[in-house]
């Protein structure tokens, strides 16, 4: 069955540093949704990518898909207390059934 | 967003009593809402897809016979685990979806002694 791996799994970050997560699905995906998981909260919606080397972006945040829709990148840049959480990517099928990676759980230190 | 909440909170049983979790969408409806379990420092992982007014499709490994889910209206889903054991505490999470977007429950903490 579909597999979505997803690193690193853990991330130190120094406050002001950039990083990146990345996720790779061993099929081809409908589209690849991101999530941010607040330590004790629940997942929260972050983005959804649909086409072929898609690039959106949110503030300081840029979201890519692969160009075979089987790989994605979440790109932080000046990185801030408020980022610290786990990111979720998660595969999605076209009946909207989410296979979720084992996500990254990012640290900042001031 | 759409506002999906879910009761209780948090409980903690005996081994081999059952447990209901209700997950409601408050302010739209769901016809199909979505049942993840997620283990300390883990993944979310897929339990079963809840369907309005049918039965529910279940993931490889989860037994059915154990976790029990209806999905009665269009605002309502429930998951009963059945004689609940220590193993089974964990951290349960509905969601729904609303167009290609899942919103999430905040999530019902059980935990077995």
């Known amino acids: 069955g579909q597999q979505v791996m997803q690193i690193p799994q853990y991330q130190h970050v120094q406050e002001g540093e950039d990083f990146t997560t990345y996720c790779n699905s061993s099929?081809?995906?409908?589209?690849i949704q991101w999530y941010k998981q607040r330590p004790g909260g629940h997942p929260v919606f972050l983005i959804q990518?649909?086409?072929?080397?898609e690039v959106k972006k949110q503030k300081r945040l840029t979201f890519q898909f692969g160009e075979a829709k089987k790989n994605s990148s979440l790109h932080i840049t000046a990185t801030q207390t408020t980022d610290v959480g786990t990111y979720f990517c998660?595969?999605?099928?076209?009946?909207?059934?989410?296979?979720f990676g084992a996500g990254t759980q990012v640290v900042v230190t001031p | 967003g759409a506002v999906v909440s879910q009761h209780p909170s948090w409980v903690i049983c005996k081994s081999g009593t059952s447990v209901k979790i209700e997950c409601r969408s408050l302010?739209?409806?769901?016809?199909?809402m979505f049942w993840y379990r997620q283990f300390p420092k883990q993944s979310l992982m897929l339990m079963a897809t809840?369907?309005?007014?049918?039965?529910?499709?279940?993931e490889q490994g989860v037994e059915k016979d154990k976790f029990l889910i209806n999905h009665a209206s269009l605002t309502l889903s429930t998951l009963t685990v059945t004689s609940a054991h220590p193993e089974d505490s964990s951290f349960y999470i509905c969601?729904?979806?609303?167009?290609?977007?899942?919103?999430f429950g905040p999530g019902t903490r059980l935990t077995v002694l």
């Open positions: 969601s729904a979806r609303v167009g290609n977007e899942q919103f």
């Open positions: 099929t081809t995906l409908s589209n």
């Open positions: 990518l649909v086409k072929s080397g």
């Open positions: 998660a595969g999605g099928s076209s009946w909207g059934k989410l296979q």
């Open positions: 302010d739209f409806q769901a016809t199909t």
């Open positions: 809840s369907n309005e007014g049918s039965k529910a499709t279940y």
